[in-house]
């Protein structure tokens, strides 16, 4: 138990490093790159009230060093301030945005990891079966399809030619009560669900297949069939069971992405999460939204990271720290 | 002896790694496949000429492009200016009345020639513009505008003029009359000041000058009669001539009162010049549809500012609004773009305005930039106002405030115009519509007023040359024959860059992007095929697709060799020295793969700017990392394999070692990245350019696709949507399945998450 107690807190201090260089790493790019945002300044037009503001707030228009102080200890504080866009606090828009992203994208990956082992777990066991060069070219397929455009032409099939779902939003305008509101929830984010259903479920599909026919190489696997135990037995309780471990691993990694991954998605539903805020501040150079979801992101990331690696511990007995 | 035993030992090991490869390869027929589809977009790239008849920025022909009758004109005199146009025509019920139909160019060096113009053809959709000859007339040598005055009845037109610090009348004949040298360098005219239009006898009644500090302000006076076809301007007494402390602006704003129920009493002066003072405002009152005032403003900033304006007060009775008062709107263009201001005003005749009796004032905020309003003007219909302000050259927005008639706050709809706004905006009263013109088309607005508080804005765009010298104008009516059925054809010029005129119908619209099949260029008889279409430019999406490709295979390349190249080096010199060095680079690749992918690279795109290779680099700062990762553990396994020892206990050196017995053997690793990493690097860009990041000078599948996304043609042309989005997955897919060949035979515990 000790082990694991040291385990997390070297990497914890690990991670703390890592967010640094992620702030010091974004700063010198913020500061030095051609179309920097300070070298953007001089074509805006701000006010002296702003001007002042970006100073207190960015470090903009300070020397170097003391603007990069200002910047580090605002941004390892979460003191995101103001959008200058919305004139609201950063936080408070995050705080709007992060559920509907979580939602579209929690749901999004559990469905898609949930079809991926089942279908994964079919594939492998009857390797070279309809079942799997179907779903190997299936996967081959959406692996290599721009997320974007398979986005538009759902959308073209599907709330245009068929106008069966909505093109964009996140919820109906002014609807009431909480049922109703959650239907049109759901409804908008179907479409958006689709793709990233259809998106991620590739990797989870061949992930599943692979550590199939890895665990059916195993001798238990062999025992279990000579045990005379019944086909079904051998491939839900000894095979699928232990080829879950990767799947799972994958799926505890790919949790943080959830915030970062729907930026695509998201841009071309105009379903306003997280991915949609990032890209339009970009847009709009609105400078503390973009530095905020971007370190927000990454330290979901790193933390996320940690916490798959401990995750793995407790589920594979082999793993001591 | 034992270099060359080292230097067989490593080509062997390279060769045999190779040779296994390519013999494992064989074996996977998906892996030959995507190779097949590979080679098939090489040839594609490289035969680009051959294939596709046209160059991705060879644009349709314009008539094939547009509806509308469209040609040109050649000028046989040399450097010629911006066209005056002479709108001969103001709408039905002239009678028998010749009509003139015109276009007037000319140069500085005094030079200046007439073009007789008519329409033939039975109806709009078969009118040709006809040329029927042109005259060579002298003008004063340096003049740098003109400004054509129109009869209603066709009694004469005359022509204001003006160069350096003088201003000239030219008559219909152009003959010159020396008017007035007023003392400064002339930059601005006011544009002529007419009169109530419904008084068919005098349209035309005065025009400012301005320049630097200083505005002139001419007012016709006199008793002339229409009748005699000698319209004179001698009289011109100067009653305006002011400076101001700062610089003013004084652009030409010409606003035209086409309120149809407004009478004027017969006794009413058509225009006095009493001034009412009010507030900041002081109004000159120039005639009942127009009013000059200066208005002396504070920026926000601070800044004083002083305009001299010209505008019109419109009555509200008269337009059927619903304004319960009558309340009318003045507009003031006011500063530096920031501000627009709104006056409304009691009054109830056009004849009893109450100028002074300003009850409300409110501000109406503009973002967008630093420069005054060029141009504003008011449109009117019996159902809405509509001051329109436009913007240049900078900003390329125009803007319309439908004035809220239960408020006067004012609903702004802000137009984005691609390009720079080239030029002033024109109203086509008789279209319903305003021409904005740039640098490479005319944008419409036609702006149709169904409900009382929203006006519906849309842009049909003409192509323009491009390369134009001087902005597009709208010539106005030209009828077509006789007098009994009148056909008018509405028409826009512009003056090419290689001295032609290009005229364009009005009444035309952009017919791109054009669905796949072969058209007909009714100008030069040539046909043109394009069998999956044009995109909203005119360019062929053929063509865009086969050069695409190109570039494509280049970036999609590049970046994933280099981002091997980077991995494979770090990696091996990780996993090769260990202790510190594994540290710190491992430390590193930790940063790099907790770093959101596509987050990072849209970040360091938006920072770099916009170019492709910004786009590569990208891509390969944020794609080294994992492969760094996995290099390093297979050297880790490598190192201490027996050959290894037996190599350092000859006495190789490291560098020996890492290239001749460790990079071998990683080599299969480095075929599976690069060839995976291709197709993540192809998508990757194509997202990019697609959210708006990309080069847009850059010919890729990605640029094409955020091309349709901010047409708006999405949704609507499916040969434009679906080529590139395919030759994506194919290009994307030929590489992950060639990838996966060598993953799968090669070194089958090797396995992509």
Known sequence: MGGILRYIAGRTIQIIITYFIIIIFVFLMASFLPSNFVGLLAFSHFTPQQMAYLKAQLGIGLPLWESFVVFFVHMVTFNYGNSFYYGVPVMSLVEQALPRTLLLLGEATVISYIIGYVVGTFAGWKRGGVLDNTSIYFSFAFYNIPTFWLGIILL?????????????????????????????????????????????????????????????????????????????????????????LPLITSFILSLPFIVSGAVVTETIFSYQGIGYLFISSIDRLDMPVVYALTFIIALLVLVFNLFADILYGVLDPRVRY | ????????????????????????????????????????????????????????????????????????????????????????????????????????????????????????????????????????????????SLYSVVYYKSVGISYIGYGNDTVYLLYSNLSVHYLYHVGFNITHFSGIFNRYIYDPYL?????????????????????????????????????????????????????????????????????????????????????????????????????????????IVFPAESASLDYNQGKNVVVVPTTNGFILEYSTRN?????????????????????????????SGVYVTNQISMPISFFKPDITYVTFWNPDQSNFTGISYTIAIPGKVHGDAQVIQSANMFMIPTESYAYYM??????????????????????????????????????????????????????????????????????????????????YSYPLGTDYEGHSILSWIVYGARMELVIGITAAASAVLIGVYIGILSGYYGKAMDAVLMRL????????????????????????????????????????????AVTLSLKTRPYVDASRAVGASNTRIMTAHILPNVLPLT??????????????????????????????????????????????????????GIAIILLSLSFYLVGRAFDEIVNPRLRRR
């Open chain 2, 589 to 632: 690749v930790d940063v790099f793969l907790s770093l959101p992918f596509l987050i990072f690279v849209i970040l360091l795109v938006s920072l770099l700017g916009t170019n492709i290779w910004y786009v590569v680099i990208a891509i390969i700062v944020f794609s080294w990392a994992g492969i760094a990762r996995v290099v390093r």
């Open chain 2, 203 to 311: 349209p035309t009644m005065g025009f400012a000058v301005s320049g630097g500090n200083h505005t002139f302000l001419f007012i016709e006076e006199g008793n002339f009669s229409v009748f005699t076809n000698s319209l004179s301007f001698y009289s011109f007494p100067l009653y305006f001539n002011t400076s101001y402390p700062v610089i003013t602006n004084p652009l030409p704003y010409l606003y035209l009162d086409h309120s149809p129920s407004i009478i004027i009493p017969t006794t009413h002066k058509i225009y006095d010049y009493s001034i009412n003072v009010s507030r900041q405002l002081t109004y000159y009152k120039l005639s009942a549809g127009n009013i000059v005032w200066s208005q002396n403003l504070t920026l926000r900033d601070g800044t004083p500012y002083s305009i001299l304006k010209t505008g």
């Open chain 1, 156 to 244: 073209y099939a599907f709330a245009f030619l068929f106008p069966i779902f909505p093109l964009g939003g996140y919820v109906t305008p002014g609807i009431q009560g909480m049922l109703p509101a959650f239907i049109s929830l759901q409804y908008h984010a179907l479409l958006p669900m689709i793709v990233l259903v259809l998106i991620s479920l590739a990797g989870a599909l061949l992930l599943m297949r692979t550590s199939m026919l890895d665990v059916l190489g195993e001798e238990y696997i062999n025992l279990a069939a000579a045990k005379g135990l019944k086909e079904r037995d051998v491939l839900f309780t000894h095979a699928s069971r232990n080829a879950i």
């Open chain 2, 446 to 527: 036609s702006i149709v007023p169904p409900t009382k508080s929203s006006g519906n804005a849309s842009t049909p765009i003409l192509p323009m040359p491009s390369g134009s010298n001087y902005y597009p104008i709208y010539i106005g009516n030209i009828l077509l024959g006789g007098a009994s059925t009148i056909i008018s054809g509405n028409y826009v010029i512009t003056i090419t860059n290689n001295n032609t005129i290009f005229y364009e119908s009005v009444v035309g619209y952009k017919v791109s992007p054009l669905p796949p099949g072969n058209y007909k260029d009714s100008v030069t008889g040539k046909y």
């Open chain 2, 1 to 144: 002896m034992k270099k060359y035993l080292n230097s067989i030992e490593t080509t062997g090991a390279f060769r045999r790694s190779v040779r296994g490869v390519l013999r494992a390869f064989r074996r996977s027929p998906s892996g030959i496949f995507g190779l097949a589809i590979i080679i098939a977009f090489v040839i594609m790239a490289i035969f680009a000429p051959v294939i596709s008849p046209y160059t991705p920025d060879q644009v349709a022909p314009y008539s094939i492009q547009f509806s509308g009758d469209i040609g040109t004109i050649p000028i046989n005199i040399s450097s010629v200016q911006q066209p005056l146009s002479i709108v001969s025509s103001l709408g039905g019920g002239v009678g028998s009345s010749v009509v003139t139909n015109g276009i007037m160019v000319f140069n500085e060096k005094g030079q200046s020639l007439t073009y007789n113009l008519g329409v033939t053809g039975g109806n709009h959709s078969q009118l040709k513009l006809d040329v029927k000859g042109s005259s060579y007339h002298s003008i004063p040598k340096g003049i740098k």
């Open chain 2, 671 to 724: 075929f599976f990245y690069m060839s995976t990493g291709v197709g993540g690097v192809i998508i990757t860009e194509a997202t990019l350019d697609f959210l708006g990041f990309g080069d847009p000078t850059a010919i890729t599948w990605g640029m094409l696709l955020q091309f349709l996304q901010t047409t708006g043609y999405t949704l609507l042309a499916p040969w434009w949507l679906f080529p590139p």
């Open chain 2, 347 to 375: 009054g109830t005749l056009m004849s009893e305005v109450q100028l002074e009796s300003v009850i409300q004032h409110t501000s109406v905020p503009f973002q967008g930039g630093n420069l005054v309003a060029l141009w």
